[in-house]
């Protein structure tokens, strides 16, 4: 079984702070692919991250950045001087390199970023 | 444009009546997939698809059906709808190579009154 943990439910920042959401997840799978999705207020989901369990390097695009440690099965999203825009809730999920390729999300953190 | 739709997009009903959401494709995906989002619960699984006349159960399947005839279409069926079925729903399509990422539709907002 597989399991993706945020354990940050909701989290409040004023614009400009730095903001880093928690994902932790659990796999019995060697190899594995992990993602970050956002979801503004209009409800959508957008993709924001795709890492494969065999890159951990950290990942860097524009304010937001990634830090995958495996040795603390952690994938954590840090947004630098965060914006208005911002304000949306993130899921992190899980998904297994194998035949059943599911995709399990965590429950996701709601970010509020106030001007 | 390469997109997964959904229709309809907010829908009211009422239990018991039968109700069916409609997903396409149009990017030729042999993957799809349907997931609710509820409130503290994040996205969970109800059904997907591997290909054509495939379909296997995710981890909330219960009081739902899928029907996979063509490979662009998925659609969601409830029988009977009842109050707890109220969600947001997803559809949603992904290609080869297994680990390519999902493609989400815009959703379908149901109320089951």
């Known amino acids: 079984a597989q399991k993706v943990t945020q354990a940050q439910t909701e989290i409040s920042v004023v614009e400009k702070e730095d903001v880093t959401l928690d994902c932790v997840y659990e796999?019995?799978?060697?190899?594995?692919?992990l993602f970050w999705y956002k979801q503004p207020p209009s409800g959508e989901l957008v993709f924001l991250i795709r890492r494969n369990s065999f890159d951990e390097q950290n990942e860097i695009s524009g304010r937001y950045s990634w830090n995958f440690q495996k040795s603390t099965s952690s994938f954590n999203f840090t947004i630098t001087a965060s914006q208005v825009v911002d304000s949306a809730v993130y899921f992190c999920a899980l998904m297994p390199n194998s035949g059943y390729s599911t995709l399990t999300f965590g429950k996701g953190t709601m970010l509020l970023v106030s001007p | 444009e390469a997109q997964v739709t959904q229709n309809p997009r907010y829908l009211i009903t009422v239990t018991g009546k039968k109700l069916t959401v409609t997903c396409s494709q149009n990017m030729n995906h042999e993957y799809m997939s349907w997931y609710r989002q509820d409130p503290g619960l994040g996205l969970r699984q109800i059904y997907y698809?591997?290909?054509?006349?495939?379909?296997d159960k995710g981890d909330v399947p219960e009081g739902y059906k899928v029907s996979r005839k063509e490979k662009r279409n998925f659609p969601l069926i409830l029988e009977s709808p009842s109050p707890n079925q109220t969600s947001l729903y997803f559809c949603?399509?992904?290609?080869?190579?297994?680990?390519?990422?999902?493609?989400f539709g815009s959703g379908t907002q149901l109320s089951v009154l």
């Open positions: 796999t019995r799978d060697t190899t594995y692919y």
């Open positions: 698809s591997m290909n054509v006349e495939v379909t």
């Open positions: 949603a399509s992904r290609g080869q190579p297994t680990n390519e990422k999902l493609f």
